[in-house]
């Protein structure tokens, strides 16, 4: 088993920034694949961004030039940064992981509003 845990939602202004984290811990023999998803009200859950072990990042193209995704040198802490945020970036993020078996974190509220 994989435990993810996230930190770093709130609420921010139109065009603030937020950092999340998420940090896997327990049978970790090796993460492939680490990202970040998200799902507002309403709606289904979609990608936001994930990156490889190898380092390559993939984005939703609503977040390409604003977000950026990064991992430690171990590879099991993964980082969101978010640059210029909207209020349609309002959502419950949610921290992914594919270690032969797909993991989710509890989920982390992002609320953008003035």
């Known amino acids: 088993q994989v435990q993810l845990v996230e930190s770093g939602g709130g609420l921010v202004q139109p065009g603030g920034s937020l950092r999340l984290s998420c940090a896997a811990s327990g049978s970790i023999f090796r993460i492939y694949t680490m990202g970040w998803y998200r799902q507002a009200p309403g709606k289904q859950r979609e990608l936001v961004a994930r990156i490889t072990s190898g380092g390559r990042p993939n984005y939703a193209d609503s977040v390409k030039g604003r977000f950026t995704i990064s991992r430690d040198n171990a590879g099991n802490t993964v980082f969101l940064q978010m640059n210029s945020l909207k209020p349609e970036d309002t959502a419950v993020y949610y921290c992914?992981?594919?270690?032969?078996?797909?993991?989710w974190g509890q989920g982390t509220q992002v609320t953008v509003s003035s």
């Open positions: 992914y992981a594919y270690s032969g078996n797909d993991y």
